[in-house]
């Protein structure tokens, strides 16, 4: 047991717990919530009409761009200054042919330029593509640009910076399709800047908001393409309207408002070309009526100091992030009071998503609350896909356990499938999409007889005979394999504590053994964690040879191995890695999660200096 588990949760305001059941013979189970779904609006854009008229003055959205003199401070927009720039955006977009036939494909950073082209978009009608700025600005073929291009076949394209996109706009087709920029106004046929792309807010905006449906696509959302190219899956309005009020669902709203002495704040970095940073981050605030602090910072040794600038700034009411961030801002909390006196001023709760996160960060960031506060934050997970707009379960109730993922939200149904010794989880509900955008073939794969989604991944029962404890991440279904000796390796369930064994050591792991003797690690350095051991900032190269580290994680998967001897689960062998995943290489799949197939593909050399007899810079045998 934690040293603080005896301090009680600051109140959480969830409503009761309630699960509902139903086991068939062969074993299927199904899993829905008891609470109701509560009322959501049609569409994506009801929201910010209603905060408009209801807290004009508030600030929705504002930003600080820290390596840009010319915009020093914060920049704020209004609810009520948000809804006036949208309905001029979208006149604009319909004078020039706006509509479901018409996407807007986004190259940008997060910032409020961004925000108010995509709902301006799609108050116009006009699906938005956001692609990660990786596939423009890191990739040297364009390749996977180029191939979303010819996918969705935008009208427009909104760069931030046309100079820094140059280059990729090149690389395209554009034809007479017009660019907006935000920033220095690139070479291109037909370009308009932010400020200069105007229309009325006639007669013609009211009709298209009219016109709005669930059913009316509302984004293309790209997944990783880390089993080929990627995919457009089709996010309606409908959809993600719904999520983010099946998540207020599970929540005493007035009651949080109480304790939070008004709207929700959060300063966010996760990028909207991804699920989580859109909807989970930017379109939940929008529905709560809450302000966003768009963040610059990130967890990498460049950027982290500007997280960490901004959430000593402003008292944040929620934070969820990925668990490098907790794992960066676990060390920065215990290293700076007056950061950890702002941070937890205000804060109702705290969760992570996109991968696993170690029992170690969790119980720092205790140490450091119960210090400070006297009382524990409760951290929680969420859990989805691209496909569920995106959260289709978390953990509603005070929690200091990590690796669950919860129960399913109101207004979804999980399905649980025996498969081997495994449950597979697969998932109907509003929230859903309706399949891939041309791609028939791979729409029909990704459900089954039942219509319901099936994610992939494997789940299993904290506790089979009390369901109300909830379910825990129990790994890919498509990620096992045999060992030389015909032994099966559960890759996701490897992964997971083999990670989370090195307390904070690992970010992430591929598990690597197939036909060979023994299970063997590629390991992916928390550079942030590691600087501790090393006593400052080294380049990554030099941090997997270094003696600090290497002591360290040996320590720590012996320690793993005497729990875990069998050799289904036994770590014999480890290389880290010089350089972290690639999501334009499809490293990183749609989820956050780290693509074992995918990586092992690209990092074959690195698998057979895994096994060589000869010892390598980085490699340990445990």
């Known amino acids: 047991m934690s040293k603080t588990a005896h301090i009680p949760f600051r109140e959480v305001p969830y409503l009761p717990l309630k699960v509902n059941i139903d086991r068939r013979p062969d074993g299927t189970i199904y899993l829905s919530n008891g609470q109701p779904l509560k009322p959501h609006p049609p569409h994506m854009l009801a929201p910010l009409v209603k905060w408009a008229a209801e807290r004009p003055d508030q600030v929705w959205l504002a930003e600080r761009w820290p390596t840009d003199p010319a915009r020093p401070g914060w920049r704020e927009v209004t609810y009520a200054e ?188 996760l990028p909207w070309s991804h699920t989580y940073g859109t909807h989970s981050i930017l379109h939940n605030m929008l529905d709560w009526g809450g302000t966003l602090y768009i963040c610059q910072g990130a967890p990498t040794p460049q ?32 290293q700076d009071d007056a950061l950890a006196e702002v941070f937890f001023s205000r804060l109702i709760s705290m969760a992570y998503g ?92 990704a459900f089954d007889e039942e219509g319901y989604y099936r994610l992939g991944d494997a789940v299993r029962f904290v506790d089979p005979a009390v369901p109300e404890k909830g379910l825990a991440f129990d790994g890919r279904t498509v990620e096992e394999f045999k060992l030389a000796s015909g032994t099966w390796v559960s890759t996701g369930s490897v992964r997971v504590a083999a990670v989370a064994a090195t307390g904070g050591i690992l970010s992430d792991a591929i598990v690597c053994g197939l036909n060979h003797d023994e299970i063997g690690l590629l390991g992916f350095l928390n550079e942030t964690y590691c600087h501790r051991l090393t006593g400052g ?48 290489l499809g490293e990183i799949t749609e989820k956050g999660y780290i693509n074992q197939s995918r990586t092992q593909e690209i990092r074959a050399d690195q698998i057979s200096l895994l096994y060589a007899a000869e010892p390598s810079p980085g490699k340990l045998l445990i």
């Open 354 to 445: 996109g991968a696993a996160m170690g029992q170690d960060i969790y119980e720092r960031i205790q140490d450091v609350a119960v210090r400070i506060t006297g009382e524990r934050i409760s951290l929680s997970a969420g859990y989805g896909a691209t496909e569920t707009s995106p959260t289709a379960s978390n953990v509603h109730w005070p929690n200091g356990t990590m690796g669950l993922i919860g129960l399913p939200l109101p207004g979804n149904t999980f399905k649980l499938v025996p498969t081997g010794t495994k449950l597979e989880l697969r998932v109907k509900g509003v929230n859903v999409t309706p399949g891939y955008f041309r791609n028939p073939e791979k729409t029909a794969e």
């Open 303 to 334: 950027r982290l100091p500007e997280m960490l600038r901004n959430l000593k700034e402003i008292p944040t009411t929620q934070h969820t992030t990925v668990p490098q961030a907790w794992a960066a801002l676990a060390t920065a909390l215990e």
């Open 82 to 269: 948000g809804l006036a720039e949208v309905k001029r955006l979208a006149a604009a977009f319909l004078s020039e042919g706006a509509g479901q036939g018409a996407p807007l494909m986004i190259l940008s950073k997060n910032s409020i330029d961004h925000a108010l082209l995509m709902y301006a978009a799609m108050w116009s009608g006009s699906p938005v593509v956001p692609v990660t700025p990786a596939y423009a600005l890191l990739s040297q073929d364009l390749v996977r640009l180029n191939y979303i291009d010819r996918l969705t076949q935008p009208t427009f394209i909104y760069v931030e910076d046309g100079a820094e996109y140059q280059r990729a706009l090149n690389g395209m087709d554009l034809g007479d399709r017009l660019v907006i920029y935000s920033r220095n106004a690139p070479d291109v046929p037909r370009a308009v800047s932010f400020e200069d792309f105007a229309g009325l807010a006639g007669d013609a905006v009211d009709a298209a908001y009219a016109a709005l449906t669930p059913s009316t696509v509302a984004k293309y959302m790209l997944t990783s393409g880390s089993t080929g190219e990627p995919k457009a899956v089709i996010n309606t309005h409908g959809m993600v309207a719904a999520n983010a009020k099946m998540i207020r669902s599970v929540w005493n709203e007035e009651r949080l408002d109480e304790l939070t002495s008004g709207p929700q704040v959060m300063v966010n970095f």
């Open 537 to 584: 900032p080294l380049p990554l190269d030099a941090l997997v040879k270094h003696p600090a580290i290497e002591t360290a994680l040996r320590r720590a998967l012996e320690d793993y191995n005497r729990k875990n001897p069998n050799a289904a689960s036994r770590i014999a062998r480890i290389l880290l890695q010089t350089t972290q995943p690639q999501s334009d």
